[in-house]
């Protein structure tokens, strides 16, 4: 199956007062952490979606292979972000899924997508989603069926309302650290003792 990976980035970071994108994690940023992830893992086409600050981010990410696009509605939500990206690889590469995964889980990992797509390959489920916290989500693979339903997602519903409603057509795999992101200096300060 051809992959395409959208990467949601748009976000303005108001609770933190600058774009969590570029706070460092190791030697790199959270953002190009996950870029680099996802290229390592997936042979496909690799989307940012941009929003706010989003010249600061291109100027200081220079990632060769990524293609990067700037919602110009970011201010709505989360949905608007998912569906320009989604949009934009049906009309340039007509995946046949897609890994969705946000700029702020600090512990996503090359070794983490492999667990995904290898586990979504092995089943005939439609979506291969992690588990964390009590809860199921992104990173996660949804197969070209549930498009229609991603683009009909409003305001800040994210891929994860599409899945909770595929339950029947779920595989999952844990992963505890998926619940921790960043949207606050505490967050981060706190993220440095892990």
Request: charged fraction near 25%; charge should be negative.
């Amino acid at each position: 199956m051809k992959t395409g990976v959208l990467i949601l980035a748009a976000g303005s970071s108001s609770r933190l007062g600058k774009p969590k994108q570029l706070l460092k994690f190791g030697e790199e940023t959270l953002l190009s952490k996950t870029i680099k992830s996802a290229q390592e893992a997936i042979l496909g086409p690799v989307l940012v979606v941009l929003g706010s600050q989003s010249d600061l981010i291109k100027s200081t990410l220079k990632i060769d292979g990524v293609k990067w696009i700037v919602n110009q509605n970011w201010e709505s939500g989360m949905a608007s972000s998912l569906q320009v990206g989604l949009k934009f690889l049906e009309e340039n590469y007509d995946p046949d899924q897609v890994l969705v995964l946000l700029s702020d889980q600090p512990f996503v990992s090359t070794e983490l997508i492999h667990q995904l797509m290898t586990k979504k390959e092995n089943s005939a489920n439609g979506i291969a989603a992690c588990s964390y916290s009590d809860t199921i989500g992104v990173p996660a693979i949804i197969e070209k069926k549930y498009f229609s339903e991603l683009l009909n997602l409003k305001g800040d519903q994210g891929a994860k309302k599409v899945i909770k409603h595929h339950l029947d057509d779920l595989v999952q795999i844990p992963f505890e650290n998926g619940k921790i992101d960043i949207d606050t200096q505490a967050d981060w300060e706190n993220l440095q003792y892990l």
